[in-house]
């Protein structure tokens, strides 16, 4: 039958006891230390948080079971001794990261929590007692003002351990929301935590200073967070957008004559449809003349936006009348005054364009006088008529 080496106990494991023990003494020295001599019991306190009693895992001597319970799980595999050097390696670097940082708010909070009870206890008690100094001012001050320092840097340290460890709860949110993602953009992070995005770009900003991702980067172009080792890649070459077609414009002009014959179609009464042909007729050589004499456009602008316009509004509102079938008061009074109306337009609109001609009327006017001057002149012209080659 084969004996193992047992340790102090039948599990194997260092004696609790004892170091239970051990500890409790180590913290009743500091506390009587605190009252008789306080920095020595500050300093303890401090080196027993910083990691003092830090408790390390000793197999050697242990049953090859609970070696083996210590180590990987596997057929008839024994460890002695710390494990592998590859264990920690074959962690995540964030997970590592993000231990190390909430082992340090831990510590920080901890220890400006110790400090600022004692600090805070001292402070009262040393401006309490020297409130006889109170009269001489700068004697009050350099009795107080030295524990009230250190009361504040303990508080100090409280506050940095409390935002280290919000920092830890977030960067775990950050974690738990990246899973195995390589690539995520800022907006969905910002949507998901209900943060603006410039502080999620701030606080992931501080994680890769923090190391919790060694070859992640911020790709501000893109506006997200990049966790490949793959670098930045180029963005894929732009392509030059084809010249749009620009679909033809529709000519003003044909848009009112064609208005013209569509109103025209609508109406029934036929001196009425006569008029409308009349005007359409009129409208067309006033758009001819002025797309051929565009100087004198200026003299079309009482005609083009008001004439023209509130003929054919009227001409609408009549065929909407004609088509109610009613012989109503109100209808037939506005469609009889429309129609006494329609000779006045139609004779204004014959007008306007007669008055278009008459620059030119009297250009041909004076020529044909200079022309008849000429021939009188030349002995060309007699009462019986023009003679020309003797």
């Given at each position: 039958?084969?004996?193992?080496?047992?340790?102090?106990?039948?599990?194997?494991?260092?004696?609790?006891?004892?170091?239970?023990?051990?500890?409790r003494g180590f913290w009743l020295s500091a506390v009587l230390l605190l009252f008789f001599f306080p920095p020595v019991g500050i300093l303890m306190i401090v080196v027993k948080v910083l990691g003092g009693g830090r408790k390390r895992t000793n197999v050697q001597g242990q049953h090859p079971y609970y070696a083996q319970q210590n180590g990987s799980v596997g057929a008839r595999t024994v460890h002695t001794g710390t494990s592998g050097p590859n264990q920690a390696s074959s962690l995540p670097v964030s997970s590592q990261v993000l231990a190390k940082l909430s082992l340090q708010a831990k510590r920080l909070t901890i220890v400006g929590m110790i400090l600022s009870l004692i600090f805070g206890f001292t402070s009262v008690s040393a401006l309490a007692g020297s409130l006889w100094m109170l009269p001489d001012l700068a004697w009050?001050?350099?009795?107080?003002?030295?524990?009230?320092?250190?009361?504040?840097?303990?508080?100090?340290?409280?506050?940095?351990?409390?935002?280290?460890?919000?920092?830890?709860?977030?960067?775990?949110?950050?974690?738990?929301?990246?899973g195995s993602r390589t690539v995520i953009s800022i907006s969905a992070l910002?949507?998901?935590?209900?943060?603006?995005?410039?502080?999620v770009r701030d606080e992931l900003s501080d994680m890769?200073?923090?190391?919790?991702?060694?070859?992640?980067?911020?790709?501000?172009?893109?506006?997200?967070?990049?966790?490949?080792?793959?670098?930045?890649?180029?963005?894929?070459?732009?392509?030059?957008?084809?010249?749009?077609?620009?679909?033809?414009?529709?000519?003003?002009?044909a848009v009112v004559l064609q208005e013209i014959r569509t109103i025209n179609d609508q109406i029934d009464n036929p001196k009425l449809s006569q008029q409308i042909d009349r005007i359409g007729v009129i409208t067309a050589k006033v758009f001819e003349y002025q797309r051929n004499?565009?100087?004198?456009?200026?003299?079309?602008h009482?005609?083009?936006?008001?004439?023209?316009?509130?003929?054919?509004?009227?001409?609408?509102?009549?065929?909407?009348?004609e088509d109610q079938e009613v012989n109503g008061e109100n209808i037939s009074a506005a469609m009889e005054r429309i129609e006494n109306m329609m000779d006045k337009v139609v004779e204004g609109f014959e007008k306007q364009l007669d008055?278009?001609?008459?620059?030119?009327?009297?250009?041909?006017?004076?020529?044909?006088?200079?022309?008849?001057?000429?021939?009188?002149?030349?002995?060309?012209?007699?009462?019986?008529?023009?003679?020309?080659?003797g």
């Open positions: 039958m084969t004996s193992y080496p047992y340790q102090n106990g039948a599990s194997g494991s260092p004696s609790r006891h004892g170091r239970g023990s051990g500890d009050y001050l350099e009795a107080t003002v030295p524990i009230l320092c250190f009361f504040f840097g303990s508080l100090g340290c409280l506050w940095v351990g409390l935002r280290k460890r919000n920092k830890v709860r977030r960067c775990r949110k950050y974690l738990a929301m990246l910002s949507s998901a935590l209900g943060t603006p995005p410039a502080k890769l200073d923090d190391g919790l991702f060694p070859m992640g980067y911020l790709d501000y172009g893109n506006d997200r967070l990049v966790l490949s080792g793959e670098g930045l890649s180029d963005p894929p070459p732009v392509k030059p957008e084809p010249p749009k077609e620009e679909s033809p414009k529709e000519d003003p002009q004499h565009p100087q004198k456009s200026p003299q079309l009482s005609f083009l936006s008001y004439y023209l316009p509130t003929t054919l509004k009227i001409l609408r509102a009549y065929a909407q009348l008055q278009l001609f008459q620059g030119d009327a009297l250009d041909i006017t004076a020529d044909v006088e200079v022309l008849e001057r000429m021939l009188a002149k030349d002995g060309l012209s007699s009462q019986d008529g023009l003679r020309l080659g």
